[in-house]
């Protein structure tokens, strides 16, 4: 069973940083795209940033500048570096696994359970 497992949010004042992280476990052999997505309260969740098993990556542009995404392949693992954070990036973020090859399963998409990060003075 794969499991992710997001730490790092907290509360933080704006303009300040925060890194997240994102750890994939459970006899994984690859992982291609891993992502961050937010959710804030009364809105849809939207994609922050995305990096592929290569490298590449692309980003919302409410983030582009301010926030990077980077990932360890070696320890199934994803980060969000967040800088200058903005009462607008509160929100609980969600890391996201697309298409995950196991021992047992092949093709599926998993999400880790969330974690707070709230930018208030």
């Known amino acids: 069973q794969v499991q992710l497992v997001e730490s790092g949010g907290g509360l933080v004042q704006p303009g300040g940083s925060l890194r997240l992280s994102c750890a994939a476990s459970g006899s994984i052999f690859e992982i291609r795209d891993m992502s961050w997505y937010r959710q804030a309260p009364g809105k849809a969740r939207e994609l922050v940033a995305r990096i592929t098993s290569s490298g590449s990556t692309n980003y919302a542009d409410s983030v582009k500048g301010r926030f990077t995404i980077s990932r360890d392949n070696a320890k199934n693992t994803v980060y969000l570096q967040m800088n200058n954070l903005k009462p607008e990036d509160t929100a609980v973020y969600y890391c996201?696994?697309?298409?995950?090859?196991?021992?047992?399963?092949?093709?599926?998409?998993?999400w880790g359970q969330g974690t707070q990060v709230t930018v208030s003075s």
């Open positions: 996201y696994a697309d298409w995950v090859a196991t021992l047992t399963t092949v093709g599926y998409d998993y």
